[in-house]
């Protein structure tokens, strides 16, 4: 099954879109939170909203999960190690409020299981990808959060 | 009879989605201390299992009915818990909760989302006036903004 999630503040039919016209030929069941959009996308299984017990069980149940490139949907697939396929929203397109997606998707091409589609183009390819590889937990944390956690520790320490 | 003198809580705040999931990831910095935890998504807290919790309302800028809205149920909050210090990793809800901590004197600190790599969220650059400590997860937007840079959750 694949999941397709775009969060919950803002819909974004660009991508909900490409994956109902991918449907057919997948072969596979495809699961979209899409957000409060209007749409109509006979293919897909869709779930305006998920609550979080529900939206865990999804992600869980899916072999591969396309969102946009949020921040949260990264941490999600490596919290349950699935591989994950953003496409970043864009601002020419007014699918949000900034660019910053596409800043994200840059600094996150290349992290262990996260795959990004620049286009919707390039979702087909990635999806019929056999084997694609997965987002994973580090067992040790880099020394970059450990040192954003330390951090924060001693500044709660300091207020006694 | 008294009660024991309880130990002052921090209070950590986090908008559901990507803010909240960045907070869960700083949990090691909580261990030690008895944590509150607000969110704007009912059955988030016990998702991740952290508890004690309460929903707040969410807000944003452009619906100022929402920001008084939500700014009651936060204050209503901080009132009670009085906490040492509040911790937050966005948004608007966050910065809320902080600007209430100032009230009742605890330590602020504002982590902007790591999603925020060109420039700091609108909400972080007002949390310079409440925050005693903000921290952007990129060493370049931490330069630009007078902010502290410690690390990154990705």
Redesign the interface.
């Known amino acids: 099954m694949i999941f397709a999630t775009v969060?919950?503040?803002l819909p974004f039919p660009r991508l909900i879109d490409a994956l109902e016209a991918l449907a057919p030929e997948l072969g596979e069941a495809v699961i979209a939170q899409t957000g409060l959009a209007a749409g109509s996308w006979p293919h897909l299984d869709v779930r305006p909203r998920l609550?979080?017990?529900d939206f865990?069980a999804i992600f869980e149940a899916a072999r591969v999960v396309v969102s946009h490139a949020?921040?949260?949907?990264?941490?999600?697939a490596r919290?349950y190690r699935k591989p994950l396929i953003v496409m970043p929203r864009r601002l020419a397109l007014g699918e949000h409020r900034n660019d910053?997606?596409m800043?994200?998707a840059?600094?996150?091409e290349g992290?262990h299981g996260v795959h990004v589609a620049w286009e919707a183009e390039e979702l087909r390819e990635l999806l019929r990808r056999p084997g694609l590889e997965a987002a994973a937990e580090k067992t040790d944390?880099?020394?970059?959060?450990?040192?954003?956690?330390?951090?924060?520790?001693a500044?709660?320490r300091?207020?006694? | 009879m008294k009660t024991p003198p309880r130990r002052?809580p921090?209070l950590a705040v986090a908008s559901?989605?990507?803010?909240?999931?960045?907070l869960q990831?700083?949990r090691?910095?909580?261990d030690?201390?008895e944590v509150f935890f607000l969110t704007t998504?009912?059955?988030?807290p016990?998702?991740f299992g952290a508890l004690p919790a309460a929903i707040v309302p969410d807000c944003n800028q452009s619906r100022p009915v929402s920001v008084i809205r939500s700014a009651v149920v936060i204050f209503g909050h901080v009132l009670r818990l009085r906490p040492?210090?509040v911790?937050t990793t966005g948004a608007l809800p966050g910065l809320i909760a902080l600007a209430a901590g100032r009230v009742v004197g605890?330590?602020g600190?504002w982590?902007d989302?790591?999603?925020?790599?060109?420039?700091m969220s609108a909400s972080g650059r007002m949390a310079r006036h409440v925050a005693?400590?903000r921290?952007s997860?990129w060493e370049h937007v931490a330069r630009e903004t007078q902010a502290?840079y410690?690390?990154?959750?990705?």
């Open positions: 969060g919950t503040q609550a979080p017990k865990a949020g921040v949260g949907s990264i941490l999600s919290r910053h997606q800043a994200t840059r600094h996150v992290l944390l880099s020394p970059s959060h450990s040192a954003l956690i330390q951090r924060v520790q500044f709660i300091e207020a006694g | 002052k921090v559901a989605g990507g803010h909240w999931q960045q990831r700083l090691g910095a909580l030690a201390e998504l009912p059955g988030l016990e998702e040492k210090v911790v605890a330590r600190i982590i989302s790591v999603a925020n790599a060109e420039r005693h400590l921290l997860q502290d410690a690390g990154s959750v990705l």
